[in-house]
């Protein structure tokens, strides 16, 4: 699987890049001193690195850590100084639900496009466990890793091809939406597997995206505008992900409150690239055609292809997925880090593929791993506020503070396969 390359960091002219960067993804500052950690699958494109941050572009050395642990790349920026540092804390304390936010450097959004930059993903810890029970891993509630599409259609693809409208609110009527939405994403994955084998592990959802906040009484299985007066329906913030499963939701929500007064197709695509030909794609743009597009030349078409073809999908958004992110609670410190895998015997969960999208390494892990090398004076403390405004009669945003804090320690790291050029120190 291919990945773009990046071209020149902003604001960096041609004459200061000493290495063409083979392949790049994101880092974070981990000590004041320099020392930034990575994801180890850049040990696969090369052995010279390159640091960008805010103020320039730093040479860096690997940093040997004792030890097998598959993700995590240390470097070292040569030099004296003083660089914001990533917060750390411990897992232990988050709890379900809990907001967090991931920050990291996204794809381009194209395959056209070769500019990484930096974003942010809101979210929530769905589960303190991972795949399979997996106790090293966090569930996020969307899958915000992958490349995301999110998709409007007129018809399902039930064989007698119905319409994508609102049903009654009975149970008979929304076990049979039910069923047409299950039966929908069973011929969509069988369609995306065909196509890409990549695509077949997509994660996959047909849902509601809400216009406004709702509240669900699950006693009652209906949805509310207003909480309850015994407080015991669910909210449902404004632009949540709701999925109609019979379990937790047993009704749609009123089609007045959801994006296009209807249902919606998400998905979300491990972000790489395939090469078709002479042409590279990413997963998500394959996917797309195929939802999209008539099949081409003049062959037939299979009769899940027409059904597709009758469905009428239409994309309403795109988001580029992350190369390496971190998971951030609200005081801005980092209790989760993600870096694709680097060994292809690894049965970390980064290599099956499925599980990219939502499933986030615990920090815990990562504060292991810089206790092997002593020279790393890695930081655990709370960000202090500043004396003045925390003080001050103005009242602060604690929160926007904590994570514009985070957001100065993250660095985009870039790796060439060409032999080193003799540094001078210094930014370049």
Same mark, same amino acid.
């Not at 917060?87 to 709890?95: E, M, P, V």
């Not at 890793?145 to 409007?152: A, H, N």
């Not at 505008?225 to 992900?241: I, L, M, N, T, V």
């Not at 998500?284 to 597709?308: C, F, N």
């Given at each position: 699987?291919?990945?773009?390359?990046?071209?020149?960091? @902003?604001?960096?002219?041609?004459?200061? @890049?000493?290495?063409?960067?083979?392949?790049?993804?994101?880092?974070?500052?981990?000590?004041? &001193?320099?020392?930034?950690?990575?994801?180890?699958?850049?040990?696969?494109?090369?052995?010279?690195?390159?640091?960008?941050?805010?103020?320039?572009?730093?040479?860096?050395? #690997?940093?040997?850590?004792?030890?097998?642990?598959?993700? $995590?790349?240390?470097?070292?920026?040569?030099?004296?100084?003083?660089?914001?540092?990533?917060?750390?804390?411990?897992?232990?304390?988050?709890?379900?639900?809990?907001? *967090?936010? #991931?920050?990291?450097?996204?794809?381009?959004?194209?395959?056209?496009?070769?500019?990484?930059?930096?974003?942010?993903? &809101?979210?929530?810890?769905?589960?303190?466990?991972?795949?399979?029970?997996?106790?090293?891993?966090?569930?996020?509630?969307?899958?915000? @890793?992958?490349?995301?599409? =999110?998709?409007?259609?007129?018809?399902?693809?039930?064989?007698?091809?119905?319409?994508?409208?609102? /049903?009654?609110?009975?149970?008979?009527?929304?076990?049979?939406?039910?069923?047409?939405?299950?039966?929908?994403?069973?011929?969509?994955?069988?369609?995306?597997?065909?196509?890409? #084998?990549?695509?077949?592990?997509?994660?996959?959802?047909?849902? $509601?995206?809400?216009?406004?906040?709702?509240?669900?009484?699950?006693?009652?299985?209906?949805?509310?505008?207003?909480? &309850? %007066?015994?407080?015991?329906?669910?909210?449902?913030?404004?632009?949540?992900?709701?999925?109609? &499963?019979?379990?937790?939701?047993?009704?749609?929500?009123?089609?007045?409150?959801?994006?296009?007064?209807?249902?919606?197709?998400?998905?979300?695509? *491990?972000?790489?690239?395939?090469?078709?030909?002479?042409?590279?794609?990413?997963? $998500?743009? *394959?996917?797309?055609?195929?939802?999209?597009?008539?099949?081409?030349?003049?062959?037939?078409?299979?009769?899940?292809?027409?059904?597709?073809?009758?469905?009428? +999908?239409?994309? @309403?958004?795109?988001?580029?997925?992350?190369?390496? %992110?971190? =998971?951030?609670?609200?005081?801005?410190?980092?209790?989760? =880090? /993600? +870096?694709?895998?680097?060994?292809?015997?690894?049965?970390?969960?980064?290599?099956?593929?499925?599980?990219?999208?939502?499933?986030?390494?615990?920090?815990?892990?990562?504060?292991?791993?810089?206790?092997?090398?002593?020279?790393?004076?890695?930081?655990?403390?709370?960000?202090?506020?500043?004396?003045?405004?925390?003080?001050?009669?103005?009242?602060?945003?604690?929160?926007?503070?904590?994570?514009?804090?985070?957001?100065?320690?993250?660095?985009?790291?870039?790796?060439?396969?060409?032999?080193?050029? %003799?540094?001078?120190?210094?930014?370049?």
């Amino acid at each position: 699987m291919n990945l773009p390359s990046p071209t020149l960091p @902003l604001g960096q002219s041609p004459t200061a @890049l000493a290495f063409a960067p083979a392949d790049w993804g994101t880092g974070f500052f981990v000590s004041k &001193d320099g020392f930034v950690i990575a994801g180890k699958h850049l040990l696969q494109s090369g052995n010279r690195f390159q640091v960008t941050t805010e103020n320039g572009t730093f040479p860096a050395q #690997v940093v040997y850590v004792p030890g097998d642990m598959d993700q $995590y790349l240390l470097l070292k920026i040569q030099g004296d100084y003083d660089f914001p540092a990533l917060s750390l804390h411990s897992s232990h304390g988050t709890r379900l639900n809990d907001p *967090v936010n #991931v920050l990291g450097y996204q794809l381009p959004e194209t395959s056209e496009q070769s500019q990484p930059r930096p974003a942010k993903a &809101d979210t929530a810890i769905h589960g303190i466990l991972g795949a399979q029970a997996d106790p090293r891993f966090f569930t996020l509630r969307t899958p915000v @890793l992958g490349d995301r599409i =999110l998709m409007q259609f007129e018809r399902y693809l039930d064989d007698a091809s119905s319409l994508n409208q609102s /049903f009654a609110n009975t149970p008979e009527a929304q076990e049979r939406l039910f069923r047409l939405q299950t039966t929908s994403i069973e011929r969509l994955r069988g369609a995306l597997r065909a196509s890409h #084998v990549l695509l077949g592990a997509a994660d996959l959802s047909i849902g $509601y995206q809400l216009k406004e906040a709702l509240w669900y009484d699950g006693v009652h299985h209906q949805w509310l505008k207003q909480p &309850d %007066a015994q407080q015991r329906a669910r909210h449902y913030p404004a632009q949540s992900w709701v999925a109609l &499963d019979l379990r937790h939701i047993h009704v749609a929500p009123p089609e007045g409150s959801v994006e296009t007064n209807q249902a919606l197709v998400r998905l979300s695509a *491990v972000p790489g690239m395939w090469q078709r030909g002479k042409t590279l794609s990413r997963l $998500y743009e *394959v996917a797309e055609e195929l939802l999209t597009k008539p099949v081409p030349g003049k062959q037939a078409r299979t009769q899940l292809e027409s059904i597709i073809q009758d469905a009428k +999908f239409s994309v @309403l958004k795109r988001t580029a997925g992350f190369r390496g %992110a971190a =998971l951030l609670n609200r005081q801005g410190q980092a209790i989760g =880090l /993600f +870096f694709p895998g680097s060994h292809r015997r690894s049965p970390d969960v980064f290599k099956n593929f499925n599980s990219y999208h939502r499933y986030m390494l615990k920090s815990d892990h990562l504060l292991s791993f810089l206790k092997r090398s002593a020279k790393v004076a890695y930081q655990t403390e709370p960000i202090e506020l500043p004396k003045l405004a925390a003080a001050g009669p103005v009242p602060m945003d604690r929160e926007a503070y904590w994570l514009a804090k985070a957001q100065a320690s993250m660095v985009l790291v870039q790796v060439s396969a060409g032999q080193p050029v %003799a540094a001078k120190g210094g930014p370049q």
